[in-house]
């Protein structure tokens, strides 16, 4: 956190000297304190977010691919003019147990071409998606497993 603070402070001061680099320090260092002593923050949640910045960068990896396949699938629906859509509702419950970890999978859902989550209710979903196959491939959900591992290394 203190790191952030610290790049923040460079982003909105503008220039880089030794003043700013001392008293950009200093301010942060303050700040820092007073987040962990009257906002309770601690710095195991720092050390806990950085072990976990390997599993974001897969996760959001595997979410681009899979953003990019579906990407093309859905122009092949679009331009194929024997492909016509077949829209379905899916529901189905993955079993997250935060609700950070339950939105990150809904927008993760929606984000995918075809795919569109409709509803997020006492952690079941139900989705729209543009054809049968990715209904097929939405039960699958390649990325749920990261989103799993992200819930149980959660502070």
């Known amino acids: 956190m203190i790191f952030v ?20 320090f200093i301010v942060c260092c303050t700040l820092y304190f ?18 976990k910045i390997p599993l974001f960068i897969k996760f ?6 899979y953003i990019l396949i579906s990407n093309i699938s859905v122009i092949k629906i679009i331009l194929s003019p024997k492909r016509k859509p077949d829209s379905q509702i899916v529901t189905f419950n993955p079993e997250l ?10 927008n993760s ?3 995918t071409p075809g795919t569109y989550t409709v509803k997020l209710e006492n952690g079941q979903y139900t989705v729209h998606t543009l054809t ?3 209904s097929k491939e939405l039960k699958k959900l390649h990325i749920l497993k990261y989103i799993k ?3 149980d290394n959660e502070v």
């Open 109 to 111: 859902i929606t984000l």
């Open 5 to 24: 603070l610290y790049i923040l402070w460079f982003i909105f001061n503008g220039s880089f000297s030794v003043q700013t680099f001392v008293i950009g």
């Open 97 to 106: 147990k935060k609700f950070s970890t339950r939105c990150i999978l809904a």
């Open 132 to 134: 049968p196959e990715f």
């Open 60 to 65: 959001v990896v595997v979410l681009f691919y």
């Open 149 to 151: 591992k992200m819930e």
């Open 34 to 51: 007073f987040l962990c002593r009257f906002l309770g923050y601690k710095v195991k949640n720092d050390i806990a977010s950085v072990k």
